[in-house]
């Protein structure tokens, strides 16, 4: 008995639109982290700015146990260092990492 | 026992808040936690680890599992014990062997049986 | 490691002292999931050795021939700036190969990270090991470890030391962590001295680290110098290992 595998080329673009464009402040999510979850605790409750739109599709969290969810906007934000960790001593250091639309709230 | 308190009980009956959080934290979410400077080694493959590499693609090639999945499997569901103790791709094999018991493809007792003629194959050499 | 033999009376039996021939357990898991997998008609034999080709062709060469492109034609780095996965096929890199909607742990969507004067990007993935496949073949060992992925995402001056390279404040440090779908490569700025160079010879110094973004190129370095862990059974070409799998 195989389950079935949303592949790829299957995969249908969702309708709702994306809610954040680049340039735009936002902070990022903190729901109860259990099981699994690609956002990571040192982003969690930090306010960056969107960096890039990439692509839509599944979130990790339901791609995971294989449940086709809705598909959403993913984006690339970036972070100040020092905004990330409380000792960072540079000024110019950024990091960037990837969320999709649920995982983050207008700042 | 609780070594550290010297009182006998066979489990603990409650976990503090933060102790909580740390227990349900995903063991692969590392990013930030403090650790000491290492010689950065490269590591030539071994032929079951890129055998490893190509079935657990190719499982997903297939649509058996897709590679989300597959991460989760191996980066979480091990547990932080094994997720620090195993070899990289000996996450990956164990993934994919529990991943096939668990969507019923092959029961439990015919993959240990496998396991145990494959043994016995290379120990009869 | 050998044990002595000792020679008792007669009737002695005694088993051999274990060899470095002697299977390993996740050799025995490996074979066990592959032949499981075959046997109940999963993917086939054929699947394997397919994916097993395209694993073995793939190294950093192409992401070297990338950049080094992208150094001598501002018309073609442009498109790479725009489209990333589509301007590997100019190349020869195709993200889609070889199952023709990409492999499943690659996805489809390549971006590059271009590197000035003023900012210097380090990938990382922190939850795993994500890499460009594609383009730069199998991550390196360090890559993969914990130990990486914990440490560059919050110290990447002290990390980046370790390996060489410090660069001043005023520079800023971009770390990428790729955590989701997307897969990056670091578009190192083109060194001074490198003048009417050819594009064999840009490509001969846009090793793999500089493309992962733990080293800058410079005329004369052509190589990443790392201690190597040497394997017990290491990767025998396709050919060979299609014979020993029968």
Redo the contacts between chains.
Sequence with gaps: MSENKTTETSRKPDNSPARFKVGDRVRVTDLPNMFYSRTQLYARGVTGTIAACTYQDLIPEHEAFNWDGRIEQFYIVRFRQKDLWEEYPYENDTLQTEFPDRWLDPA | MQPAIHIPQNWNYETPGPLY?AY???P?????????????????????????????????????????????R???DLGYTLY?GM????RW??S??RM?ID????SLT??LE??AE??SR?ERK | MQKAHEHGGGGHDHKAAPTVEEITDFEILEIAVRELAIEHGLFTAEDHRRFTEWAESVGPAAGSRLVAKAWTDPAFKARLLEDGTNACKEVGVDWAEPTGFGTPSDYMNFRVLEDTPTLHHVIVCTLCSCYPRPLLGMSPEWYRSTNYRRRLVRWPREVLAEFGLILPPEVEIRVEDSNQKCRFMVLPARPSGTENWTVEELAAIVTRDCMIGVALPRPGRTADIHPVHKARRPVQSSSQHERAAG
């Excluded at chain 2, 650790?35 to 190509?54: F, I």
């Excluded at chain 2, 969507?103 to 092959?106: C, F, G, Q, S, V």
Aim: contains cysteine.
């Design positions: 959080r349900m934290h995903p692969h979410d590392v990013g930030g936690q403090p650790d000491v400077p290492v010689h950065y080694e490269e590591k030539e493959e071994e032929q079951w680890e890129l055998n490893t590499y190509v079935t657990c693609e190719v499982l997903g090639w297939r649509g058996v599992w897709n590679a989300c999945e597959r991460r989760r191996a980066d979480n620090l070899p990289y791709y000996g094999i164990w994919a062997a096939l969507k019923k493809h092959i015919e993959f496998k396991v494959v043994k290379y």
